[in-house]
T-cell receptor
Framework: DAGVIQSPRHEVTEMGQEVTLRCKPI?????LFWYRQTMMRGLELLIY????????DSGMPEDRFSAKMPNASFSTLKIQPSEPRDSAVYFC???????????FGQGTRLTVV | GESVGLHLPTLSVQEGDNSIINCAYS??????FIWYKQESGKGPQFIID?????DKRQGQRVTVLLNKTVKHLSLQIAATQPGDSAVYFC???????????FGTGTRLLVSP
């Protein structure tokens, strides 16, 4: 298995533009997590899904952020409109059931100018 | 709150020394505590975990200790190697094995 795959690896966009981050979890994993990492706030859990259903989105910073998981092999995190303070590394992770190991993608480094 | 907290200190050690990385947590209802390692430019990688009803667990060159009385978790790395240089995070699994919440990390620097 190729692991968790995120795209793009790097994204530079202008303030006000829409940004879509993509994640392909490991096949067979039924949990998917989206995290944001910054120096100031560390690794923040934004939202997680179980069997494609959003379970807890309390970490989503505001209405500009939305996440979907249309099927078991694909999830998106969208920011519309983007702002400079959204600049961060965004990680997707997946996990199989109640196992403790979550596997992370390489992350998407987002820069909003 | 739900946060597992530690500021981001830096621990500098010499190759071959033993390293101890500490973490204080705040949620007594966590099911598992986990240590992750993050190398530069990569996502976090699972190292070892411990269930909340245990106080010690050993892996290959690593040992995790859990003190529930003072809500303290530690990761001990034996014979630290330059390849161990990374940021180490403690994390908790909450809400019946679902939610995975991270602390802020400790940077480990290993000098040859």
């Amino acid at each position: 298995d190729a692991g968790v795959i995120q795209s793009p690896r790097h994204e530079v966009t202008e303030m006000g533009q829409e940004v879509t981050l993509r994640c392909k979890p490991i096949s067979g994993h039924d949990y998917l997590f989206w995290y944001r990492q910054t120096m100031m706030r560390g690794l923040e859990l934004l939202i997680y899904f179980n069997n494609n259903v959003p379970i807890d989105d309390s970490g989503m910073p505001e209405d500009r952020f939305s996440a979907k998981m249309p099927n078991a092999s694909f999830s998106t995190l969208k920011i519309q409109p983007s702002e400079p303070r959204d600049s961060a590394v965004y990680f997707c992770a997946s996990r199989a059931g109640q196992g403790r190991k979550a596997f992370f993608g390489q992350g998407t480094r987002l820069t909003v100018v | 709150g739900e946060s597992v907290g530690l500021h981001l200190p830096t621990l500098s050690v010499q190759e071959g020394d033993n390293s101890i990385i500490n973490c204080a947590y705040s949620n007594s209802a966590s099911d598992y505590f986990i240590w992750y390692k993050q190398e530069s430019g990569k996502g976090p990688q699972f190292i070892i975990d411990i269930r909340s009803n245990m106080d010690k667990r050993q892996g290959q060159r690593v040992t995790v200790l859990l003190n529930k009385t003072v809500k303290h978790l530690s990761l001990q790395i034996a014979a630290t190697q330059p390849g161990d240089s990374a940021v180490y995070f403690c994390a908790e699994i909450l809400a019946g094995f679902q939610k995975l919440v991270f602390g802020t990390g400790t940077r480990l620097l290993v000098s040859p």
